[in-house]
């Protein structure tokens, strides 16, 4: 990110993953040449650049969407403001806090019981 925001001066409509920029090299083919303001056209590329950082790292891979899933319930677990509920809901791409909420905040019965009796650690979205 620090690349993409300092070196190639992307802003916050530019994509996190954009698609590598290819140019045709004289009897070699096509060579990778850095990075397009274009987003992948399918989510393929960062799965297999996730998988083989953690193949590298020797660990076990999770795929792009469940780091995700990790960023929203983390920020349900720690956020204390509305404001950084709608930062990280901007940072997954909803444009509304609603769509993260419906789709990262479901709480189980069980959990939803505990909150509405108050029982102590009842507002976290972790379980």
């Not at 850095?34 to 960062?46: A, K, L």
């Not at 940072?91 to 108050?118: P, W």
Request: charged share 20%; net charge neutral; glycine share 8%.
């Amino acid at each position: 990110m620090t690349h993409l925001d300092e070196v190639e001066l992307y802003g916050p409509d530019d994509p996190l993953f954009p698609s590598t920029a290819l140019s045709a090299k004289p009897g070699t083919g096509f060579c990778a040449e850095g990075f397009t303001r274009r987003p992948w056209r399918s989510s393929e590329p960062v799965r297999k650049i996730v998988n083989g950082a953690f193949k590298t790292a020797g660990l076990q891979a999770f795929g792009p969407h469940a780091f995700r899933h990790m960023h929203a319930r983390h920020t349900a677990k720690t956020c204390t403001t509305p404001a950084e509920l709608v930062a990280v809901s901007q940072n997954l791409g909803h444009t509304d806090v609603l769509t993260t909420l419906r789709s990262y905040g479901q709480i189980t019965r069980e959990r939803q019981h505990a909150i509405v009796t108050g029982e102590p650690e009842a507002g976290r979205l972790d379980e």
